[in-house]
């Protein structure tokens, strides 16, 4: 060990400095911004109140290295104490009217609502079951509706960006 310990002293470091890296063309803060379909990140905590569990899956389709959705700084909230926007799938049941409430009203103002998919707009193939309460927006304000069974990540992103565009025209 000691033989080992000394050629290590004697040797010393053998590994170089790693150059600095040089900025790349169009790195201005302009640029940067433009680049970004989002002005400030967007923290979404995903609600499902009672879907077929598509709309999650084309949710979960959105972080996957294809669509990447983290690179236009939308992140996936753990917590609607850290959300900014709630997205809801599915129509409103008896069991989950209650749990959305709560979640809206822990989400810290202000808050954006998002209807995904058609049962979150208007009830879907669950339109008239005896466990449905209505749609989400009879329950909860709704800022964005986005139809499709299920919307396709593409879908979603336009909506999204769509969203950032009102928002930047809202805030001058």
């Known amino acids: 060990m000691f033989r080992i310990l000394k050629k290590s002293i004697k040797t010393g470091v053998v590994t170089g400095q790693h150059p600095a890296a040089q900025p790349a063309e169009g790195s201005t803060p302009e640029a940067r911004e433009k680049a970004r379909p989002f002005r400030r990140s967007l923290a979404v905590r995903e609600v499902d109140t009672g879907s077929c569990n598509a709309c999650e ?84 304000p709704v800022d964005l509706r986005i139809p499709g069974c299920p919307p396709r990540p593409a879908e979603i992103l336009k909506a999204l960006e769509e969203l950032r565009a009102s928002r930047q025209s809202t805030e001058k």
């Open 57 to 140: 899956m084309e949710m979960n389709a959105l972080a996957n290295p294809i669509y990447d959705v983290e690179r236009f700084g939308v992140h996936i909230a753990a917590s609607p104490r850290h959300a900014d926007a709630l997205v809801v799938t599915g129509p409103v049941t008896f069991n989950m009217e209650r749990a959305l409430h709560d979640v809206y009203k822990q989400t810290p103002d202000p808050k954006i609502v998002i209807a995904l998919g058609d049962c979150a707009v208007n009830c879907g193939v669950f339109k008239g079951s005896y466990g449905v309460t209505g749609p989400v927006d009879r329950h909860v």
